[in-house]
């Protein structure tokens, strides 16, 4: 029985890999924009995150899997939110803030058929001023994700994707040293989680 089960399995990811590779990918450009929560341990001071972000693809010829590149500006959203506002007698105004990054990531992209699966690892550089919501400038960061690539038209060069990811910012969680110059929405230094969901309007080059 097992060994049929084991046959059965190797049989169907077979099939799946040949039908990945029906059809012919292409080097694609995209770009899109990511709405979130967040977990872990910045949940209770910034609970909303998002991101806007720019991707390449570049498929490996006989197979189902293509490289990536991305860029992205990543926001984590304060719980009382942000409001920016000007004045001509008082000036400038806020409320709430953001905290701020780059994820600068490369990785790989298995497609089975429109589904596919990705790994994303990289750098994450800190953009934020002022008081301090992290004790690292630049971090680690890593991104696996699951989506489906809809293409339109005969040539397949138009794209949607649409994908839900988990990213992690990784810091080592500790007690700032000073807390006077750290932001009042964070209770610690530590690391910056995400389930985020993705749209991305794609282009075959």
């Known amino acids: 029985m097992k060994k049929t089960l084991l046959s059965l399995a190797i049989l169907i990811c077979a099939v799946l890999t040949v039908k990945a590779q029906d059809d012919d990918l292409l080097p694609r450009f995209s770009a899109g924009f990511g709405v979130g929560v967040t977990t872990g341990p910045q949940h209770s001071g910034f609970p909303a995150a998002g991101s806007v972000g720019l991707k390449g693809e570049y498929p490996i010829a006989g197979s189902p899997v293509c490289i990536t590149a991305s860029v992205a500006y990543q926001f ?5 939110g942000y409001n920016y506002s000007y004045n001509s007698n008082y000036g400038e105004s806020t409320t709430g803030t ?7 990531m490369a990785g790989a992209r298995v497609y089975v058929n429109k589904l ?22 630049v971090a680690p960061i890593l991104s696996p994700s699951i989506g489906y690539g809809f293409r339109f038209g005969s040539s397949q060069k138009i794209g949607l994707d ?44």
């Open 76 to 80: 984590y959203v304060s719980s009382d």
């Open 98 to 104: 953001i905290a701020s990054f780059v994820p600068v």
């Open 116 to 137: 596919f699966f990705e790994g994303d690892v990289g750098a994450s550089f800190n953009l934020n001023s002022g008081k301090s919501y992290t004790a690292q400038k």
């Open 162 to 205: 649409l994908s839900l990811s988990y990213e992690t910012r990784l810091e080592k969680t500790q007690t700032p040293s000073d807390p006077s110059t750290v932001s009042p929405y964070i209770s610690g230094y530590g690391a910056y989680n995400l389930v985020a969901f993705h749209v991305a309007f794609s282009l075959g080059l």
